[in-house]
């Protein structure tokens, strides 16, 4: 039995030794050998990481793209690759500045560097699992729905088939600027009728019919919704268990928001099928971007057909890519053709040249035209409308540069800073299209950066922008038409145009419904706000801004005159016995004056009741006095007027433009009567 037991031990002693001696043979054979190079190369180089605290004021930021300044700091001091940890991600993502290092790792690599981050919620949820072309994996289904998008929509056989469609959406840009600008308007805001004429335009790819106005405006409003509540959607992405019960109101938002999107885009597509079994053999029929998605099955994936939410998904990315980086890229091309007059006069002469007077650019006007091209090159390269790619991953541990890079790290490129390299751009900050014409540094730039990268907005490598010729193609037509339809100019003779980027977060007032834009006089103001410096989210109002500001100005006074924070005036009283009016006031008597009632005085203020600020403009402002706010007392009158006078308006001013500028101000619940008693 000893024996037996002796023998037993001895085999499973030798079975174990082969188990291990198999074990560390094999891994010794299946490990790459990369790994062991890898594990001791250093990561690169960055600060220290934030704290804890620092992670949950970096959830909080304004923007991501606040971090460019510290980039810039890091990259002087590090060199072109450097990291640094945001608890935010798991590992510290890798920043990349250098175009020579972005060509090895994005051309030289492309397939190592290809891949995207894990998608986490809120990303999970909008991409329906990662079924879109910019989340999905490097892998079949992104290769499939890629594939598709490209061919069946981008190609540029068939981007000819919604030639008719962009004539339709320019009249309709044209016709909506010249109302804007007729009657003498001081300043015209445009960025929302780009907006508006480029969203129309990919809608229309996307459905394959021009929807009506209104239904367009839903669906922009739901994607400027997404947009606009990413930033605070993101919260999900850390620690999720404890920040969904956290944010428990904000989750549901989330949720809410994707079942509006699916209610608003399902029976669109559900349309799109029934029309394609009823028509999609007759002459005319428009196939689009959905006729595509609902056709497709994915061989790399069962031969399956995409679910509707998936459907919903790549319809919304296509909308959203599409739309603010194009008209981002528009509003600057057509913002450097205000500053720069000269430019401006040259590209007009070149239209000229190739264009009939009276005509509009056409498609194939545009090949005649290299100025034209030359100036939106320019365009892109000094602005480029994203100052990164999405963000890449690499799918299994690599060496970069003598870094190591931990599978699934986000590594990002910087496409502003390479396309403003000073090696490659002279005066890179400057904005001169001619270096894209003939003995220029940019002479026969190729923006695919397949040889080499001089600039790359639209990213370079497999994850390049699919769109890139059609929104090349929408950029040359609009500016052509624009140039040869208008004259551009600054909002006010001499103005200096404020040409500092800001990122846009999307303004929360965009998806304000027209009712209450009709009901209250904030619009007004916040148009006249949104006139002067715009609607990024980013810019205040300063306070030079207020001085061309003439409703904000009728609107404290008229605050002032209606609801004075004091009904009278502080005590005065006479230095001596004195006559008023027939009576006698005796030395030391306590004499006031009620501010508000000279404030609603009828015979100066038509219906005094009201809240009217035009009155200080209507009539030269005759009503109010010319604006100056002397018919009224708020301040208290002449001598004894508040020396402070100038500072509380001021102040008034700089808070109420403020206030507006960033906030949507509403009753608590939509039938909320306001109760305007004073107590
Ligand atoms: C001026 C206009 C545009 C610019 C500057 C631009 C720029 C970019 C950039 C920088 C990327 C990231 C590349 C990377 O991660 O390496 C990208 C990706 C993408 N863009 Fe655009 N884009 C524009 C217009 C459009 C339009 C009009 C559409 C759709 C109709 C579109 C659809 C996409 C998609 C689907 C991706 C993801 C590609 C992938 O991950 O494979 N873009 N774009």
């Known amino acids: 039995m000893e024996e037996h037991c002796l023998f037993y031990l001895a085999a499973l002693a030798i079975f174990i030794l082969i188990l291990v001696m198999t074990f560390f043979i094999s891994s010794l054979l299946q490990t790459p050998p990369r790994q062991h190079k890898t594990a001791s190369l250093p990561l690169p180089p960055g600060p220290q990481p934030l704290s804890v605290l620092g992670t949950f004021f970096a959830l909080f930021r304004r923007s991501e793209f606040d971090v460019e300044p510290l980039l810039r700091r890091l990259h002087s001091q590090h060199g072109p690759v450097v990291s640094f940890r945001l608890l935010s991600f798991p590992r510290p993502p890798i920043f990349v500045s250098d175009r020579v290092l972005a060509h090895r790792a994005l051309v030289g690599r492309g397939a190592t560097f290809a891949d995207r981050p894990s998608a986490i919620d809120p990303g999970l949820i909008i991409s329906s699992?990662?079924?879109?072309?910019?989340?999905?994996?490097?892998?079949?289904?992104?290769?499939?729905?890629?594939?598709?998008?490209?061919t069946k929509v981008l190609h540029p056989s068939q981007l000819r088939v919604y030639s008719p469609a962009r004539r339709q959406v320019l009249d309709v840009l044209l016709k909506d600027l010249e109302t804007k600008s007729s009657g003498g308007a001081a300043a015209v805001v445009v960025m929302e009728s780009f907006r508006f004429a480029v969203f129309s335009l990919l809608a229309f790819m996307c459905f394959g019919e021009r929807l009506d106005d209104e239904k367009i405006r839903r669906i922009a409003s739901l994607q400027r919704e997404l947009l606009s509540?990413?930033?605070?959607?993101?919260?999900?992405?850390?620690?999720?268990?404890?920040?969904?019960?956290?944010?428990?109101?904000?989750?549901?938002?989330?949720?809410?928001?994707?079942s509006k999107q699916e209610e608003t885009y399902v029976p669109l597509i559900d349309a799109r099928r029934n029309l394609l079994l009823r028509r999609r053999w007759e002459d005319g029929f428009v196939y689009s971007y959905v006729d595509s998605l609902v056709d497709l099955e994915i061989p790399e994936d069962g031969g399956r057909k995409l679910k509707d939410g998936e459907i919903v998904s790549l319809c919304s990315e296509f909308l959203s890519a599409g739309t603010d980086t194009t008209a981002t890229a528009l509003q600057w091309i057509m913002a450097n053709l205000v500053k720069r007059p000269d430019i401006q006069t040259k590209l007009y002469e070149e239209i000229e040249r190739v264009v009939e007077k009276d005509a509009v650019v056409r498609e194939e006007d545009l090949q005649r035209m290299p100025y034209l091209k030359a100036v939106v090159l320019e365009g892109l390269r000094r602005h480029p409308p994203g100052h990164f790619v999405l963000p890449h991953t690499v799918t299994e541990e690599v060496e970069f540069e003598g870094y190591r890079i931990p599978k699934g790290t986000v590594v990002t490129f910087s496409v502003a800073e390479i396309g403003w390299d000073g090696a490659v751009w002279t005066e890179p900050m400057e904005f001169r299209p001619e270096r894209f014409l003939e003995g220029g540094e940019g002479e026969g730039v190729d923006i695919t950066g397949v040889q080499e990268i001089r600039m790359m907005p639209f990213g370079v490598g497999r994850r390049i922008c699919p769109a890139m010729g059609l929104a090349l193609l929408h950029l040359e037509y609009f500016v052509a038409n624009l140039v040869k339809e208008f004259e551009w100019m600054p909002a006010a003779d001499g103005e200096e145009i404020d040409m500092t980027e800001k990122v846009e977060r999307c303004s929360k007032r965009e998806s304000f419904p027209e009712r209450e834009l009709e009901q209250t006089n904030m619009p007004k103001l916040y148009e006249e706000i949104k006139c002067v410096v715009g609607t990024n989210e980013n810019a205040m109002v300063r306070e030079k801004d207020l001085l061309r500001m003439p409703y904000l100005k009728a609107m404290v006074l008229e605050g002032l005159r209606q609801h004075s924070p004091g009904h009278f005036v502080l005590p005065h009283t006479v230095l001596e016995k004195a006559e008023f009016e027939g009576y006698q006031i005796p030395?030391?008597?306590?004499?006031?004056?009620?501010?508000?009632?000279?404030g609603w005085d009828g015979v100066v203020w038509t219906k005094p009741m009201e809240f009217r600020p035009e009155r200080f403009l209507e009539r030269g402002g005759r009503e109010g006095g010319g604006g100056d706010g002397h018919n009224q007392g708020p301040e208290g009158p002449r001598q004894r007027i508040s020396p402070t006078i100038g500072l509380a308006l001021l102040k008034l001013e700089y808070f109420v433009a403020n206030l507006v500028k960033e906030f949507e101000w509403k009753p608590t619940t939509e039938e909320e009567e306001i109760n305007m008693t004073k107590k």
Do not use: E
Request: net charge positive; aromatic share 18%; charged share 20%.
């Open 587 to 598: 030395k030391g008597v306590a004499v006031t004056f009620a501010v508000t009632k000279i």
């Open 229 to 258: 509540n990413f930033v605070s959607f993101s919260v999900f992405a850390v620690y999720p268990k404890f920040t969904k019960l956290l944010f428990r109101s904000r989750w549901k938002k989330l949720l809410d928001f994707r």
């Open 129 to 150: 699992n990662r079924h879109n072309v910019t989340g999905a994996p490097y892998g079949p289904v992104w290769r499939a729905l890629r594939r598709n998008l490209a």
